[in-house]
């Protein structure tokens, strides 16, 4: 009853701030999960926590590729955005007309903002329909300058990236207006390429038995450029999806059940390194089964010689 007695009271000395001091001074210094948790305290504050445009100015300083995106809905794209696939949902409407595809990608380093942008891929098309998905950010001719200094060890390199690297890569129906962040907002693994010298990083959503993969290649002798920011989603062996078959991926996870994205980075690095022994596994067992079929391939084809010899001896 005390602490009941006490909630009322500071929600009666809250009603008592004037409504613009509480919009101006208190709602635009809170972040995302805060503010949604606050417009849960009283009916006041739901009504001034609700309010499009402060949840539209809170969309552009967290993604600011979004900045030129309507007002309209702010608050359920910053919740479809912010939260974390738990569990993909079965698509609704699979016969739903998806024209296009749109990728609003914010890639940070060290809190700096180094390349946003927005892509519309079209998603009718035959080739795309047909050919492995793959969605690239950079032109193959251009690279992105960025502050980013290599280290004298590629080790040095890799661990700094890793932990100073962020990305959010955000999918968007526009018809279904629905929307999900595929991003582990850190990399899930950093190495380096020792053929083309290039650093790597990965950022990933596992989906079921498919991961949905973003590729980060820097490259550069002393301060490192982007040369590219991919998406694809692979399965389990490897191999990549085609378009039509990633849009059934890509609506499961916007259509699927969300769960709190403060626990993104640890939740989908575990997912993703869950989602690596499986594929190992997976190769094993495949290598074991390969090496059984070559022994016995090659013991009938030593029994078949050996038949066949002494045949030929018997018969002479």
């Known amino acids: 009853m005390a602490g009941c007695s006490s909630s009322s009271t500071v929600t009666n000395l809250i009603s008592t701030v004037h409504h ?4 101006a001074h208190i709602l635009t ?18 009504e001034l926590a609700s309010n499009e445009i402060l949840w539209s100015k809170l969309r552009r300083s967290t993604w600011p590729s979004t900045a030129a995106f309507s007002d309209d809905d702010s608050r359920l794209f910053f919740s479809d955005a912010y939260s974390v696939l738990d569990t993909a949902g079965s698509v609704s409407d699979p016969d739903r007309p998806f024209p296009e595809l749109i990728s609003a990608v914010d890639v940070h380093y060290r809190g700096k903002l180094i390349l946003s942008r927005v892509v519309k891929t079209e998603t009718t098309t035959a ?16 690279t992105v300058p960025t502050p980013i200094k290599r280290g ?14 962020t ?14 962040n595929l991003s582990s907002h850190r990399a899930v693994s950093v190495r380096r390429n020792w053929l083309s ?14 991961e949905c993969v973003i590729t980060v290649v820097t490259c550069g002798e002393e301060e490192m450029h982007v040369k590219e920011v991919s998406l694809r989603v692979e399965k389990m062996e ?12 890509l609506r499961s996870v ?52 050996v038949s066949l010899v002494g045949f030929y001896l018997w018969s002479r």
Do not use: Y
């Open 20 to 23: 613009d001091i509480i919009e």
């Open 29 to 46: 210094r809170l972040d995302g999960p805060t503010l949604a948790s606050v417009s849960c305290a009283s009916s006041h504050l739901h």
């Open 127 to 142: 080739w795309f329909r047909s050919s492995p998905l793959r969605i690239d950010l950079v032109d193959a001719k251009d």
């Open 152 to 165: 004298r060890w590629a080790e040095d390199t890799c661990r700094d990236l890793e932990q100073e690297l």
């Open 167 to 180: 990305l959010s890569w955000i999918v968007i129906d526009p018809v279904g207006k629905r929307a999900a």
């Open 197 to 210: 010298g290039g650093v790597e990083a990965k950022f990933a959503t596992v989906v079921g038995s498919v």
């Open 238 to 249: 490897g191999t990549h999806l085609n378009g039509k078959d990633s849009l059934v991926i």
């Open 254 to 305: 916007m259509e699927g059940k969300r769960g709190n994205g403060r626990r993104r980075e640890v939740e989908l690095k575990r997912r993703h390194e869950e989602f690596m022994e499986k594929r190992r596994e997976m190769i094993e067992k495949k290598m074991r089964v390969e090496s059984v079929f070559d022994i016995l391939t090659v013991a009938v084809g030593i029994l078949g010689f």
